[in-house]
């Protein structure tokens, strides 16, 4: 079999992480109140500038009086007022989606510490695609075939960090093989751990992560989508 799938109980550990992730970041009314101060002081100095640009030019070419800058003043300050309400519109929508999907993981998080199981996925692949990650200095990315229609998707962060640092990313320690073991809740799919083990692959870039490839999987999901379409779509980056 390419996947199996086991579930176990869960262990104090892995409770205990998910109860972190289910009490961790930000609050919706933080992010919202950051997200307005910075929205409107940065486009209250650029309207400011531009004004002022715009009056220092009536001036110089047109020869209009000292009453520019009494308009100019008046202007900046109506457009400062527009901006904060029209910030504090756009902040407050924002935190009220960012509230409903915080919810929305939490409560997935907490669905998987009252189930208390984990699902250990066991996967055995035939070929692997080694991507390097431009974005980020070269950090790698593998794509791993479990079957002519399906791959897992996993994320070396390790030489994502490494790679960053300005070192080599073939240095990380981890090394795709034949055979892999992931551990997942199976709620909120969230991955404790990921293992690799049997016969490694090389791990040598083999080309470029497409930025154009659409619906990129995230670390550890499996990707439904044929290999030989992988393989197109890597060809023709």
């Known amino acids: 079999m390419s996947v199996e799938i086991v579930s176990r109980p869960m262990t104090d550990a892995e409770l205990s992480e998910l109860a972190s992730l289910s009490r961790a970041g930000p609050t919706p009314v933080k992010t919202a109140f950051e997200s307005w101060v910075v929205a409107t002081a940065s486009l209250s100095l650029a309207m400011a500038l ?12 047109f020869g209009a009086g000292a009453w520019v800058d009494d308009y100019a003043s008046f202007a ?5 007022v ?9 902040a407050w929508r924002h935190g009220r989606r960012l509230s409903r999907t915080r919810g929305v993981s939490r409560e997935r998080y907490r669905a998987d510490m009252r189930a208390g199981t984990v699902n250990e996925e066991h996967y055995e692949f035939s070929e692997c695609k ?3 990650e431009p974005e980020h200095g070269g950090g790698l990315v593998y794509l791993l075939k479990i079957d ?5 998707a996993v994320y ?4 994502l960090r490494i790679a960053m640092d300005d070192g080599d990313p073939l240095s990380s320690p981890m090394t795709p093989s034949r055979r892999a073991t992931l551990r997942r809740a199976p709620v909120s799919a969230h991955v404790f751990s990921f293992e690799f083990d049997g016969e490694p692959f090389d791990k040598s870039p083999q080309g470029e992560l497409p930025a154009q490839v659409e619906c990129w999987p995230e670390h550890g999901k499996v990707w439904e989508v044929p290999w030989h379409e992988i ?3 890597l060809d023709g980056a």
Do not use: F, N, Q, T
Not at 50 to 61: P, Q, S
Not at 76 to 80: D, T
């Open 50 to 61: 531009l004004i002022m640009g715009a009056g220092w030019v009536a001036r110089r070419l």
């Open 76 to 80: 900046i300050l109506v457009c400062a």
């Open 156 to 159: 070396d962060y390790d030489s």
């Open 82 to 90: 527009a901006i904060a309400l029209g910030c504090a519109v756009y």
């Open 231 to 233: 393989e197109r779509r």
């Open 130 to 132: 080694s991507l390097a």
């Open 148 to 152: 002519a229609g399906r791959c897992l």
